[in-house]
C-alpha cells in the first residue's frame, strides 16, 4: 500500500509543510487538527508548502491547504506558499 507523510518545522513564524508521497483523506483529519492548533498561534506570519515530493495529493487534502490560505487571508492579508516542481 502507498504511503505518504507530512513533515512541519517553524522557522520565525514561518510554518513550513512537506507532504511527501501519497497524501490522502485517512491522513487529512489529523492535518486539520495540526492546522487548527497552527491557527492558535498567535505568533504565525506565513506558512510555505513544499509539494516537491509529493507523488499524489487527494482533494480533501487540497481544502485543507485551500483551508490555510483563506486563513491567511483573514489573518494577515497574505497567501501562503506553495512549491510545486509538478505539473
Known amino acids: 500500500m ?3 507523510h507530512i513533515l ?3 522557522h520565525h513564524g514561518t510554518y513550513v509543510l512537506k507532504f511527501v508521497g501519497e497524501v490522502r483523506a485517512p491522513m487529512c ?3 486539520d487538527n495540526f492546522l487548527e ?3 492558535g498561534d498567535g505568533e504565525i506570519s ?3 508548502i513544499d ?3 509529493t507523488d499524489y495529493i487527494d482533494s480533501t ?5 485551500a483551508k490555510t490560505a483563506v486563513f ?3 489573518h494577515n492579508q497574505r497567501k501562503p506558499i506553495i512549491l510545486s516542481t509538478n505539473e
Open 2 to 4: 502507498p504511503s505518504g
Open 8 to 10: 512541519f518545522a517553524i
Open 29 to 31: 483529519d489529523t492535518l
Open 37 to 39: 492548533r497552527m491557527f
Open 46 to 48: 506565513s506558512i510555505l
Open 51 to 53: 509539494l516537491t515530493q
Open 61 to 65: 487534502a487540497l481544502g485543507l491547504i
Open 72 to 74: 491567511l487571508q483573514m
